[in-house]
C-alpha cells in the first residue's frame, strides 16, 4: 500500500511517501517539503502568529495535493512541538483540519523519544542490544535508552536547534560569548537530566538521528564500510567540536556552500551542534553512528504493526 506520513514539525511540514506493507521494509516513493521555521512565527505570549497560521495551512494543504497525485491510500499525520508548546495550538490545529481536512495527531516529547527509538532499533536490529539515541528537532532534543523496541527511559529536552538559535545565538555569526552561553545552559540541563539513566546497563550501540545530526555528520563525520551496500556514518565528538567554530565564523547564508548543510537548516546548524557535542559530553560519548531512519519512519513502522 502506498502511505503518507506527514510531519508538521518546528523547522518544516514534510510528507514522506513510501510504499510498505506489514513485514516488509517500507520503501520511500517521494517527499514534498515545506520550510517553515515556524520559532520565528512565535509572539510573545508564545502564540503563533497570524502569518505563522497561513504559512502552516498553506504548506499542510500543499501537502495534501502532493499526497493525492501520488495516489496515496492513508495519510499519517502529526505535529511535533512547535504546535504543542503554542499557546494557540488547539485553534491552529482546528483551523488546520476545517481548512484542509486534516486532523493532526500532536505527539508528547515523550512519544517522539519512544516512537524514534523504535525505528532506530528495527534499523539497527537486536545485535545492537542496549541503546542510547540522540535526537535533535527544532524544539527539543529527544534522549531515550534501553534494550527493547521502546526505551526504559525517554526524555524530551527544551534544546531544540530552533528553540537554542533563537533563545542565544542572536547575532549572525554568533558572538563567542553567545555560544558559550548555550553551552552552559545545554550542560546544565543535561546534567539534570542524567539521574533518569543512571541505573541503566552501559549501551552497546549509540545513535544520533534527524536531519540536524545526518547533517553535521555530513560535515564532520566520516564513513566506514558496513553490510553490503549500506555504508555506516560516525560522527565524533572530536570532529564536531573541531568545526562548530570554524561553521559559527561563517554567516548563515553562506553556509550551505558546505557539505551536508542545507538552506533549511542553515540557521540552526551551530545551536545544533553545540547541544549534540553538549549531549554528548554529557553522557561521556565518543562517537555516534548516525541512523537513516527517525521520527517519520517511527510512525510509519507503528501503523504498520498495528495491521498485524
Known amino acids: 500500500m502506498r502511505l503518507g506520513v506527514l510531519d508538521v514539525g518546528s523547522n518544516t511540514v514534510h510528507l514522506l511517501i513510501v510504499d510498505a506493507h506489514p513485514g516488509a521494509r517500507?520503501?520511500?516513493?517521494?517527499?514534498?517539503?515545506?520550510?517553515?521555521?515556524?520559532?520565528?512565527?512565535?509572539?510573545?505570549?508564545?502564540?503563533?502568529?497570524?502569518?505563522?497560521?497561513?504559512?502552516?495551512?498553506d504548506a499542510v494543504r500543499a501537502a495534501v495535493r502532493a499526497g493525492e497525485a501520488a495516489g496515496i491510500e492513508e495519510l499519517l499525520p502529526f505535529a511535533t512541538s512547535a504546535l504543542r508548546e503554542a499557546t494557540n495550538g488547539?485553534?491552529?490545529?482546528?483551523?488546520?483540519?476545517?481548512?484542509?481536512?486534516?486532523?493532526?495527531?500532536?505527539?508528547?516529547?515523550?512519544?517522539?523519544?519512544?516512537?524514534?527509538?523504535?525505528?532506530?532499533?528495527?534499523w539497527y536490529g537486536w545485535s545492537a542490544?542496549?541503546?542510547?539515541?540522540?535526537?535533535i528537532g527544532g524544539g527539543s532534543l529527544e534522549i531515550a535508552a534501553g534494550g527493547d523496541e521502546y526505551p526504559e527511559v525517554a526524555l524530551s529536552l527544551p534544546l531544540g536547534a530552533g528553540r537554542s538559535?533563537?533563545?542565544?545565538?542572536?547575532?549572525?555569526?554568533?558572538?563567542?560569548?553567545?555560544?558559550?552561553?548555550?553551552?552552559?545552559?545545554?550542560?546544565?540541563?543535561?546534567?539534570?537530566?542524567?539521574?533518569?539513566?543512571?541505573?541503566l546497563p552501559r549501551a552497546a550501540h549509540i545513535s544520533g538521528s534527524s536531519k540536524t545530526i545526518r547533517s553535521l555528520a555530513r560535515l564532520a563525520g566520516s564513513v566506514v564500510d558496513g553490510v553490503g551496500s549500506l555504508d555506516r556514518t560516525l560522527l565524533r565528538r572530536a570532529q564536531l567540536d573541531d568545526w562548530i567554530p570554524?561553521?559559527?565564523?561563517?554567516?548563515?547564508?553562506?553556509?550551505p556552500a558546505l557539505p551536508g548543510i542545507t538552506v533549511d537548516r542553515t540557521f540552526q546548524i551551530v545551536a545544533g551542534g553545540i547541544v549534540l557535542t553538549e549531549a554528548m559530553r554529557a553522557f561521556g560519548v565518543r562517537e555516534l553512528e548516525?541512523?537513516?531512519?527517525?521520527l517519520r519512519e517511527g510512525i510509519l513502522l507503528r501503523y504498520l504493526d498495528r495491521l498485524v
Request: without cysteine; glycine residues 4%; aromatic residues 4%.
Open 129 to 135: 542490544a542496549d541503546m542510547l539515541l540522540f535526537d
Open 246 to 255: 570554524r561553521l559559527a565564523r561563517i554567516p548563515a547564508d553562506a553556509r
Open 26 to 57: 517500507p520503501i520511500p516513493d517521494s517527499s514534498h517539503k515545506s520550510v517553515l521555521r515556524l520559532m520565528r512565527y512565535l509572539t510573545d505570549d508564545g502564540a503563533i502568529s497570524d502569518d505563522g497560521v497561513t504559512a502552516i495551512v
Open 290 to 294: 548516525v541512523s537513516p531512519w527517525a
Open 90 to 122: 488547539a485553534a491552529v490545529l482546528a483551523l488546520i483540519a476545517a481548512e484542509t481536512g486534516v486532523e493532526l495527531q500532536v505527539l508528547s516529547g515523550i512519544d517522539e523519544a519512544r516512537i524514534t527509538f523504535l525505528a532506530v532499533r528495527r
Open 165 to 199: 538559535t533563537i533563545g542565544f545565538l542572536h547575532d549572525d555569526p554568533p558572538t563567542q560569548a553567545q555560544m558559550d552561553a548555550l553551552r552552559e545552559h545545554a550542560a546544565s540541563v543535561l546534567d539534570d537530566a542524567l539521574p533518569a539513566f543512571a541505573n
